[in-house]
């Protein structure tokens, strides 16, 4: 992305106004390097975003990223950004030196994290917020359960005919029941996020597989 003046993101393609009101056109990313310099425009590298699933974050708006912090597992107080009386933002430098928000050049907020504070109701009650760790045990029941409901006429058809759950079957069923158990289990004895992390499957550059998280066994044909 490009910023005008540190402050105002353009975007090629598109015509722009300086703080003179001088209209450019849409063509202006031709312009040499040398030339944007003179013109006051740099472009930004956008910072990578971390998973969604296990992070929370803030964006700077100038495609900057700071205060990455893992999602908690468990319950935990709910954690907002402390204000002063005057409500200002209040961030820490590398010193961990408190700076106002209003007071930080634009283009360097990623050098500040924000300072975090307990967030309380109207009552002067810390405000709790639950972990994702009970959402990723209940993904594994909600598909443990569509899973089985795939051969529950088998066991349907045994309960009103007394004919057998193919053999097949009945050994598939077992093993989802196994996975299952295996998964909540690893997922309730993850002590932190890189423990958690490792559950998921993924693949190596040499298609090697590690993790357990909804890696299913198949019913064979």
């Known amino acids: 992305m490009f910023l005008y003046n540190k402050t105002t993101e353009i975007k090629p393609g598109k015509g722009w106004r300086d703080k003179d009101g001088v209209l450019h056109p849409k063509n202006w990313n031709i312009w040499s ?7 006051n ?12 699933r296990f992070y929370n974050w803030i964006d ?21 950004q402390a204000r002063n009386s005057d409500k200002d933002d209040i961030w ?3 010193d961990g030196k408190e700076i106002l928000g209003k007071d930080i050049k634009k283009g360097e907020e990623k050098n ?4 975090m504070e307990d967030y309380k109701d109207s ?13 990723y045990i209940q993904k594994v029941k909600d598909q443990q359960g569509s899973l089985l409901a795939q051969t529950d006429w088998a066991v349907v058809r045994k309960a009103d005919t007394g004919t057998d759950i193919p053999a097949k079957i009945a050994t598939w069923r077992a093993a989802i029941r196994t996975k299952a158990t295996e998964m909540e289990k690893a997922i309730t004895d993850a002590k932190d996020m890189d423990a958690f992390k490792a559950l998921f499957v993924v693949w190596d550059k040499d298609g090697k597989k590690s993790g357990i998280l909804y ?5 064979e044909e």
């Open 33 to 39: 390097d040398d030339h944007k310099k003179t013109m």
């Open 41 to 52: 425009i740099e472009e930004i590298t956008l910072d990578a975003r971390p998973d969604s």
């Open 60 to 80: 700077n708006g100038i495609g900057g990223v700071s205060n990455i912090k893992a999602k908690p597992l468990d319950e935990s107080n709910r954690q907002v």
């Open 92 to 94: 820490l430098d590398k």
């Open 112 to 115: 500040y994290t924000a300072k």
């Open 123 to 135: 009552d002067g009650n810390v405000v709790k917020i639950k972990g994702i760790r009970p959402d």
């Open 215 to 219: 890696d299913w066994p198949e019913l």
